[in-house]
């Protein structure tokens, strides 16, 4: 399973960006998927999950503003970002698993996509 982000950016605090992550080798209806970030000096956070069937989890530090969904169509997972803040400056990877809700440890990772939020 490959995986390759993009969508990423420098926006203003406040603003929107929406990230995408398509996925191949494997039939995207097949996968658990997620998005995780990384900012500097810290671990990889865990921001939300969707399962095979579309039902969806997230963090605390996103719930009401991030919206993760999908289109197995076109083989693709997306995170909507609103009223993004200083703080969500990070690097965001998108991962999968092969089964119906994605590990804490996902088998599959894409490189990240760098989203900077000003301020």
């Known amino acids: 399973v490959q995986l390759q982000a993009s969508g990423g950016g420098l926006v203003q605090a406040g603003g929107s960006l929406r990230l995408s992550c398509a996925t191949s080798?494997?039939?995207?209806?097949?996968?658990?998927l997620g998005w995780f970030r990384q900012a500097p000096g810290k671990e990889r956070d865990f921001l939300a999950r969707?399962?095979?069937?579309?039902?969806?989890y997230y963090s605390d530090s996103v719930k009401g503003r991030f919206a993760i969904s999908r289109d197995n169509a076109k083989n693709t997972v997306y995170l909507q970002m609103n009223s993004l803040k200083p703080e969500d400056t990070a690097v965001y990877y998108c991962?999968?698993?092969?089964?119906?809700?994605?590990?804490?440890?996902?088998?599959?990772w894409g490189k990240g996509t760098q989203v900077t939020v000003s301020s």
């Open positions: 991962a999968a698993d092969v089964g119906v809700i994605m590990t804490r440890e996902p088998s599959y």
């Open positions: 080798g494997r039939t995207s209806s097949s996968l658990a």
């Open positions: 969707i399962s095979r069937g579309g039902i969806t």
